[in-house]
């Protein structure tokens, strides 16, 4: 039987998240008979993990879904096994790579893709915390649908499956290697009340995130479609579309990987970065292999958590982060896509040593205008005062940190890449062990 793993990465309280989850893993197993491996990696406080807990023990029973609701402790006891296993150098930096002390979005779902491995799955499908989906005629609107249907088949079997087919010819004897769609709702990052407060300000400041050198007018209307996903139009039937799915497209909370990606490339362990979990999406777009984009978008939503004045203070550094990695990984995305199909060997699968290569190199430029893009954000959120003026006095106190970090973060990713296949390898021996 086919198994694939529909994992919740969290770290704070999400209980009715987990409950519709689930239902989605029924939904899942029910509609294709599969079995569905609930992953939930927790890695909340005492209070929430035991409320948590309570929460999956009053899961209704499935035929086809087996939970598995793994705490830090856990996890850790799982990651020791498989490095130990795998005879990687460097035992415990790869440990702090995979379950580091601060919040990793790239590093959770590795300990996802790890553990898939583990469990014999073909894919993993990921949702987040903070998101809900939508109902049409009163029933909820699984994206589990569109990836069960579309991971892992050869494109041109597909086509006949979904509304339409965008993809060049090329590509149609290679398997779908990703299915997504994005979501509705809240921005997916946390920029509203900048742009509400002064607009010429959240232009300078997300136009950040643009690559350099793009033209002014491409430009303003990426800023524009920044982080807005699929804006606020409801669901209302379904439209797919085989396609190279366009990063831009597609969020994390709402996709599917084939395990032929994510068994070869890991996601960047980089802490307190976000966007740092979407490289993956990135290289299957920039190898040419094949995905379906659909509309069966999540609803997105800030927990209250992150509108707190820790919460925000914590979230703009993960914000500030991201943009001083954007610079490495613009770097890296234009090595992918001179690369094309030489990102993958004779056999179609993704050359591990070719991405590891251009990571490498990323973190070997000289980044002087990474300084300016501090400057930016202190000037800015200065002129923004309240709690912007207090994360500016944040950035302000760990400039040398986040500068050298920034660079740091690329040159660990390299090194988890060169380990990857060794550690999954390990994953799948240990999975079968533990079967017999």
Same mark, same amino acid.
């Given at each position: 039987?086919?198994?694939?793993?529909?994992? $919740?990465?969290?770290?704070?309280?999400?209980?009715?998240?987990?409950? &519709?989850?689930?239902?989605?893993?029924?939904?899942?197993?029910?509609?294709?008979?599969?079995?569905?491996?609930?992953?939930?990696?927790?890695?909340?406080?005492?209070?929430?993990?035991?409320?948590?807990?309570?929460?999956?023990? /009053?899961?209704?029973?499935?035929?086809?879904?087996?939970?598995? =609701?793994?705490?830090?402790?856990?996890?850790?006891?799982?990651?020791?096994?498989?490095?130990?296993?795998?005879?990687?150098?460097?035992?415990?930096?790869?440990?702090?790579?995979?379950?580091?002390?601060? /919040?990793?979005?790239?590093?959770?779902?590795?300990?996802?893709?790890?553990?898939?491995?583990?469990?014999?799955?073909?894919?993993?499908?990921?949702?987040?915390?903070?998101?809900?989906?939508?109902?049409?005629?009163?029933?909820?609107?699984?994206?589990?649908?569109?990836? $069960?249907?579309?991971?892992?088949?050869?494109?041109?079997?597909?086509?006949?499956?979904?509304?339409?087919?965008?993809?060049?010819?090329?590509?149609?004897?290679?398997?779908?290697?990703?299915?997504?769609?994005?979501?509705?709702?809240?921005?997916?990052?946390?920029?509203?009340?900048?742009?509400?407060?002064?607009?010429?300000?959240?232009?300078?400041?997300?136009?950040?995130?643009?690559?350099?050198?793009?033209?002014?007018?491409?430009?303003?209307?990426?800023?524009?479609?920044?982080?807005?996903?699929?804006?606020?139009?409801?669901?209302?039937?379904?439209?797919?579309?085989?396609?190279?799915?366009?990063?831009?497209?597609?969020?994390?909370?709402?996709?599917?990987?084939?395990?032929?990606?994510?068994?070869?490339?890991?996601?960047?362990?980089?802490?307190?970065?976000?966007?740092?979990?979407?490289?993956?999406? =990135?290289?299957?777009?920039?190898?040419?292999?094949?995905?379906?984009?659909?509309?069966?978008?999540?609803?997105?939503?800030?927990?209250?958590?992150?509108?707190?004045?820790?919460?925000?203070?914590? %979230?703009?550094?993960?914000? &500030?982060?991201?943009?001083?990695?954007?610079? %490495?990984?613009?770097?890296?995305?234009?090595?992918?896509?001179?690369?094309?199909?030489?990102?993958?060997?004779?056999?179609?699968?993704?050359?591990?040593?070719?991405?590891?290569?251009?990571?490498?190199?990323?973190?070997?430029?000289?980044?002087?205008?990474?300084?300016?893009?501090?400057?930016?954000?202190?000037?800015?959120?200065?002129?923004?005062?309240?709690?912007?003026?207090?994360?500016?006095?944040?950035?302000?106190?760990?400039?040398?940190?986040?500068?050298?970090?920034?660079?740091?973060?690329?040159?660990?990713f390299a090194f988890l890449i060169d380990v990857w296949e060794p550690l999954t390898r390990a994953g799948a021996v240990a999975g079968a062990a533990?079967?017999?």
């Open positions: 039987m086919r198994r694939v793993c529909l994992t $919740l990465p969290t770290d704070r309280a999400c209980a009715a998240t987990i409950r &519709a989850v689930a239902e989605e893993a029924a939904y899942g197993a029910r509609r294709f008979g599969v079995e569905v491996c609930l992953l939930i990696l927790d890695s909340s406080g005492d209070q929430v993990l035991a409320e948590h807990r309570e929460v999956v023990d /009053a899961l209704a029973p499935a035929p086809g879904v087996v939970v598995h =609701h793994l705490d830090e402790a856990g996890q850790r006891r799982f990651l020791r096994e498989v490095i130990a296993r795998s005879g990687v150098a460097a035992p415990e930096r790869v440990l702090d790579l995979m379950l580091p002390a601060r /919040a990793s979005y790239g590093a959770c779902t590795n300990r996802a893709f790890l553990i898939a491995e583990a469990l014999g799955c073909a894919s993993v499908h990921r949702r987040d915390s903070d998101s809900r989906y939508q109902y049409l005629d009163g029933e909820p609107v699984f994206p589990l649908q569109h990836e $069960l249907a579309h991971l892992g088949r050869r494109a041109d079997e597909v086509a006949g499956l979904v509304s339409r087919s965008r993809l060049d010819p090329a590509y149609a004897q290679r398997p779908v290697a990703l299915v997504g769609g994005s979501f509705v709702g809240e921005m997916s990052v946390d920029v509203a009340e900048i742009r509400r407060l002064d607009p010429g300000i959240y232009r300078e400041v997300v136009g950040l995130s643009v690559p350099a050198g793009y033209p002014e007018i491409w430009r303003g209307n990426l800023i524009e479609e920044s982080f807005r996903g699929a804006g606020t139009t409801p669901f209302t039937g379904d439209l797919t579309t085989l396609t190279r799915v366009a990063p831009t497209r597609v969020d994390m909370c709402n996709i599917g990987f084939d395990r032929e990606v994510y068994a070869r490339v890991p996601l960047p362990p980089a802490t307190d970065t976000i966007g740092s979990d979407y490289f993956l999406i =990135h290289l299957v777009h920039d190898a040419r292999l094949p995905g379906v984009l659909h509309n069966r978008h999540i609803v997105n939503f800030h927990t209250g958590e992150r509108r707190s004045d820790s919460g925000f203070l914590a %979230y703009q550094l993960r914000l &500030a982060k991201f943009l001083l990695s954007t610079p %490495y990984f613009d770097a890296v995305y234009a090595r992918m896509r001179e690369a094309g199909d030489a990102l993958l060997d004779a056999a179609g699968h993704v050359r591990a040593d070719a991405v590891a290569e251009s990571v490498r190199d990323s973190a070997l430029l000289e980044r002087t205008d990474n300084a300016e893009r501090l400057d930016v954000l202190d000037r800015s959120y200065r002129k923004l005062g309240g709690r912007y003026a207090m994360a500016a006095d944040l950035f302000a106190a760990r400039r040398d940190q986040l500068l050298a970090e920034a660079r740091t973060d690329m040159a660990e533990h079967a017999r």
